[in-house]
């Protein structure tokens, strides 16, 4: 290898290992937040991402808000989801990625027809506080999950399929207990 070689071969390398360092770093962040359906990978996101609100303006159940500038200023008002406090509801036409004329958001196409579902968050039922495992009869999210066989009851008590569920988090907006049996968290590991 000539020094010219080594040269380029070292700095391709600097590069390659700066880009990881960033994506690790982005990815440890975004692990705080879900991203709207369709989101793009989070880099690519926040690249794409002109912050110019019109997905959250076009969602009719107000469950998308800008992220605070105490979160960082490379997200502060990007779009993030609110399952903590409202589930998603899966519109038919989709209309905060319609509205998304940068594409940070996207509806995949396969053989010309749109894909399944999007993946949003990971969701779980506390069963130390859900009222099905602890003896009396509830039901109140029974019916709530728009995803066929994403909940399926068992003996009375809900479980969430996690190969089917989106993570809408209507589940979550159903349940009566306080704090809430249902836990919704990002899909992105911490």
């Known amino acids: 290898m000539d020094r010219r070689d ?18 690790q770093r982005v990815a ?3 692990s705080h937040w879900i991203r709207p359906p369709f989101a793009i990978d989070e880099l690519e996101f926040l690249l794409a991402c ?10 009719p159940h107000n469950v998308i808000f800008g992220l605070p500038a105490r979160r960082g200023a490379e997200v ?5 989801m ?3 406090n409202h589930g ?4 038919d036409d989709w209309p905060c990625v319609t509205a998304c004329e940068p594409d940070a958001l996207q509806r995949p196409v396969q053989d010309g027809n749109d894909v399944a579902l999007p993946k949003m968050a990971k969701v ?15 039901g109140a999210c029974d019916g709530s999950c728009p995803v066929p066989e994403a909940m399926r ?12 569920c989106t993570g809408c988090g209507l589940c979550r907006e159903a349940c009566i207990v306080e704090p809430k049996a249902i836990q919704i968290g990002s899909l992105t590991p911490v």
């Not at 009851?153 to 089917?164: N, V």
Request: aromatic content about 8%.
């Open 88 to 91: 998603c509801h899966l519109c």
């Open 124 to 138: 779980d039922i506390d069963i130390s506080i859900c009222l099905p495992y602890m003896g009396p009869d509830c």
């Open 82 to 84: 609110d399952l903590l």
């Open 50 to 59: 002109t912050r110019c609100d019109k997905c959250i303006e076009a969602c």
């Open 76 to 80: 502060v008002n990007t779009p993030a």
């Open 6 to 23: 080594f040269f380029k071969h070292l700095g391709r390398k600097t590069s390659e290992k700066a880009i990881e360092h960033v994506e």
């Open 153 to 164: 009851w068992s003996d009375f008590k809900p479980r969430i399929d996690p190969e089917k």
């Open 28 to 30: 440890q962040k975004a």
